[in-house]
Nanobody, 119 residues
């Protein structure tokens, strides 16, 4: 089992920044990648960004490219999402997710952290 705990969400004005963190624990040696998925009110879940557990490969949704940066702190077993130039369209609950090695589905989910961007 892998446990994921998010932190760092909150309220920010448009144009501002937030940094989300995801602390992974448990059988992290089986993790292949960690990602961030968000769900806005009344909308479906949307992929935001992901990074390999080694921290060498990352990818982003087109909607956040150039504004968000995903990174991995090996020593702290955390994955962070630096979010800049936030707009009201970024308002959502952000979930940290993890996939096991060799799998292309998100196997573990955190409880989510809300991000609200005011205009």
């Amino acid at each position: 089992q892998v446990q994921l705990v998010e932190s760092g969400g909150g309220l920010v004005q448009a144009g501002g920044s937030l940094r989300l963190a995801c602390l992974a624990s448990g059988r992290t040696s089986n993790v292949g990648a960690v990602g961030w998925i968000r769900q806005a009110p009344g909308k479906e879940r949307e992929f935001v960004a992901a990074i390999s557990w080694s921290g060498t490969i990352g990818n982003y949704a087109d909607s956040v490219k150039g504004r968000f940066t995903i990174s991995r702190d090996v020593a702290k077993n955390t994955v962070s999402l630096e979010m800049n130039s936030l707009g009201p369209g970024d308002t959502a609950v952000y979930y940290c997710t993890a996939s096991l090695i060799g799998r292309d589905t998100w196997d573990y989910w955190g409880q989510g952290t809300p991000v609200t961007v005011s205009s």
